[in-house]
């Protein structure tokens, strides 16, 4: 009885041992490929306005010889950036001594240290909106102008320039 | 009967009787006629070789030096059939001798002594008979009929 | 008695010149005859051949999936004319596809690869009156579709009048 | 007479004796002849088909590098490749699958997707691989029928938010696994 007790218990060790291994083949089997994935991104500034062409006309132009503003309008200044610290200059490539032109921050929306108000009476470039970092943002720009020379020219281009670059 | 034709006749007789007398006293066969079948072989080898010590050659010693020479007439001869003496008591066996039919009688037992004794001397014949596949079979091709030809002669 | 002298000197010296000359003693002749059976003879160097595909046998994207084995001979010596050896398994529906095909023969004309069923296929002709070999080279083919298995064959050559 | 008749009989059974005994011989001698004229040899061969998965790509592929965006947009516009394609064997079973892992997690901010086709099984469809490593890979085709499935595309879709910054180039090694 013993004898049969003992052989009973070595084959089923066997057959435990050899269901364990089997189990292990089986679980064990896979395949396998790798790829090698190169991964990149640049450096990118983006900055819109929403309106291109703004018109800043007013009826008072050729009546009042005193300075003031005449008239203003408003566009919306978009950004991205994924870079760090970067700011938006601006400059007006046309500027006229007949007039001044007022550009003041409305709205303004991201985290950035910001002049609110600037002056563009030469083509020199004017640091606007400073802080920007790894985001996307928007404000409000009005443009208001001041006249200086009635006898002026009646009509001219600013063409204004915003462009981001390193603080 | 004349004189002469009595003289020739008893030196004709004398000559003879000599001759025959010896030649049947000298040299014999014993063990007769013997067949030797091949009956397998080595897949990618060749057929095994079968050999046959059956038979004896029984000689005297003679005056002079003499020795056994063998060869075989077998027309049509297709497998192969060596012979080689063993067991000499009196001589020198030679190398074995591939027996082909019409062969010149080659030297099988040399330098056999002169006598005495005058009594018999027994060798063995040590027959090896073989083929290759390619030799093939004799029952396509017949089989190889030895008829082998032992002389004892003066060396 | 002059005229028989002149008669028996000669046969005499004759004699002499017979007893100097090298003497046959005796001369016996018996007969041997050789006869050689029709032996035909076939073998595997190995008698079991085990064949595992597994992945390594597999080519991504390939439904079929093959392997060869060249580790065996077959030998043979036949002494008769015109003879070719035939091949069959004695499993009647395999699972896979099992081929042979006799390779590097020493002798006779190897037959195009077999795939072996139970009906004898040709394997090696010509090898009459012959002793050589040749490589058993098996391959098998699964396909992925199929699954798993075993299949055991036990494969019979046979020496064969051609 | 009796004796006689006794004496025949013996004698036909005797004869019937001799001849049965030389036509078995005879029988027997043919059958030796049919032995050495005909040999056989006999071999074993198992063939086993073990279980096979089998996976492999057709390369790596080119960089996916995020070059641009959408002013106001913190989603950079995404790069995608499809220029590598995945081959399967396999003869298990239907409940194969492949699963995806990178060799390390990506940063936030970044998102690496991939899509594998397959016609053998079912894809999972654009699957984010960004976080899923060695421990926690995910499925990307399931449900696999045993056979081949060669040449399928897969399709790699990487995208950035400005606010994660810019990205070195970086090589991840992204690995596939056919498995039950």
Not at chain 2, 68 to 90: E, K, M
Request: charged share 10%; glycine share 6%; net charge positive.
């Amino acid at each position: 009885m013993k004898q049969i007790i003992s052989i009973l218990a070595r084959h089923t060790a066997s057959f435990i041992i050899l269901s364990i291994l089997n189990s292990a083949t089986l679980l064990s089997q896979y395949s396998a490929s790798n790829q090698v994935v190169t991964l990149e991104v640049l450096e990118l500034n983006k900055v819109i306005v929403s309106k291109q062409l703004l018109a800043l006309e007013s009826p008072l132009y050729y009546q009042s010889s005193s300075e003031g503003p005449v008239v203003s309008a408003q566009t919306r200044l978009v950004w991205t950036s994924n870079g760090e610290w970067r700011k938006i200059s601006v400059a007006s490539k046309q500027a006229s001594r007949s007039c001044i032109v007022h550009i003041s921050l409305q709205e303004m929306n991201g985290d950035t240290n910001t002049r609110h108000q600037l002056e563009l009476t030469d083509a020199s470039t004017h640091d606007f909106i400073q802080g920007l970092s790894k985001s996307a943002g928007s404000c409000g720009v009005r443009f208001s102008v001041i006249m200086r020379d009635p006898d002026g020219e009646p009509a001219h281009f600013h063409s204004v320039v915003y462009t981001v670059t390193s603080s | 009967m004349r004189p002469l034709t009595r003289t020739l006749a008893l030196t004709i007789l004398l000559l003879s009787v000599g001759g025959i007398s010896g030649a049947y006293s000298q040299l014999t066969i014993l063990g007769g006629n013997i067949n030797m079948t091949v009956t397998t072989g080595v897949a990618g080898g060749e057929p095994i070789a079968v050999t046959n010590a059956t038979i004896s050659l029984r000689y005297r010693l003679q005056n002079r030096i003499t020795k056994i020479t063998v060869r075989t007439s077998c027309p049509g001869q297709r497998f192969n059939l060596a012979v080689v003496a063993t067991s000499v008591p009196q001589g020198t066996a030679a190398p074995q001798v591939t027996l082909t039919n019409g062969m010149l009688a080659v030297d099988l037992i040399v330098s056999i002594p002169r006598r005495p004794p005058n009594t018999n001397q027994t060798a063995t014949l040590l027959y090896t008979a073989s083929s290759t596949f390619a030799q093939g079979n004799s029952a396509e091709l017949g089989n190889d009929v030895h008829t082998i030809t032992y002389t004892l002669l003066d060396q | 008695m002059k005229f028989h002298f002149l008669i028996l000197v000669p046969i005499i010296l004759l004699f002499c010149a017979q007893m100097q000359a090298q003497t046959v003693y005796a001369t016996r002749t018996h007969r041997v005859t050789v006869i050689v059976s029709t032996i035909t003879l076939v073998q595997v160097s190995s008698g079991v051949v085990n064949m595992t595909i597994s992945g390594a046998d597999a080519v991504a994207g390939q439904d079929l999936m093959t392997l060869t084995n060249q580790s065996t001979n077959l030998l043979w010596g036949i002494n008769s004319s015109l003879k070719k050896i035939t091949v069959n398994t004695s499993l009647a529906a395999p699972q896979f596809t099992l081929k042979l095909l006799a390779g590097s023969s020493t002798q006779g004309t190897a037959a195009p690869q077999v795939t072996l069923s139970t009906v004898p296929a040709d394997f090696l002709l010509n090898i009459g009156r012959s002793s050589g070999n040749c490589i058993l080279q098996y391959t098998a083919e699964a396909l992925a579709s199929q699954g798993t298995g075993t299949d055991p064959h036990t494969i019979t050559f046979t020496v064969q009048n051609q | 007479m009796k004796q006689n008749k006794q004496t025949s009989s013996n004698q036909e059974s005797v004869m019937k004796k001799s001849f049965a005994v030389l036509a078995t011989a005879v029988l027997s001698t043919m059958i030796v002849e049919t032995t050495f004229a005909q040999a056989t040899a006999t071999q074993n061969v198992t063939l086993a088909v073990n279980t096979v998965y089998k996976i492999a790509t057709s390369g790596n592929p080119g960089p996916l590098t995020i070059t641009t965006g959408t002013a106001g947009v913190d989603a950079l516009t995404s790069v995608n490749d499809a220029s590598t394609t995945y081959s399967i064997t396999q003869n298990f079973g239907n409940t194969v699958k492949v699963t995806a892992h990178l060799d390390a997690a990506l940063v936030s901010g970044y998102i690496l997707d991939m899509n594998l086709a397959s016609t053998k099984g079912t894809s999972a469809g654009t699957i984010d691989i960004s976080n899923a490593t060695s421990g926690s890979a995910v499925d990307v085709v399931t449900n696999i029928a045993r056979g081949a499935d060669a040449g399928q595309i897969i399709t790699y879709t990487f995208s950035a938010n400005a606010s994660a910054g810019t990205l070195a180039s970086t090589t991840k090694v992204v690995t596939l696994t056919l498995t039950n």
